[in-house]
């Protein structure tokens, strides 16, 4: 009787034994399962992180590059301006003060319209065909400002001839602009006058 009990208590022990090892087992697998779940919410935080971070350069960038675009247009649109300013000042081919002056009034606003509106007029002025208008080139303009009020100075050469004889002036200008709708407009001339490029005025 007694040797039949012992192969019972092994067989107890092997089936205690395995019970305890499937157990183990288990709670192994349930850590290495908890783990993974751990790892799969961190790899999705760093998806919804990457993708508002592409986001937000992406929106950056956008706003970077309107203002810059916004900058550069404004610039254009000042250097074009004073280009024509300047041509419809000297390049007329109309002596008359009057006539001239329509040319330029566009692109005039505030004291710079006192500043260049002749005082009286001369009919004796009329278009002379003897007359040779100065020729403007080289025209550079350097500006700076806010989006409503701006400074510019603008380097060019102004060519004249009278007979035979050509002379070429480096000239500079120094203006105000006021941003009027889509335009910006001269609202004053400090001055327009001509320097040596290797001196002083």
Known sequence: MKKNRVPII???????????????????????????QALTERLKQQEVTIANA?????TSNKTSSTVEK??????????????AFLQNLYASKNKNLEERYKKISPFLTGDAVNQLKPSGTSDSDSQDDGYTPTTISDIQTFNSGDSKNQEAVTFYKMENKVGDTTKEVNMIMRTKLVKSGQEWLISKIEYNTGYEPNGSN
């Open 10 to 36: 092994l067989v107890i022990v092997f089936i205690c034994l395995l019970i305890v090892g499937n157990w183990q087992i288990g709670q192994a697998l349930k850590h290495e399962k908890d783990k993974n």
């Open 70 to 83: 916004t900058v550069t247009d404004s610039t254009k649109n000042i250097s074009s301006n004073l280009a």
């Open 54 to 58: 592409k986001e937000s350069s992406a």
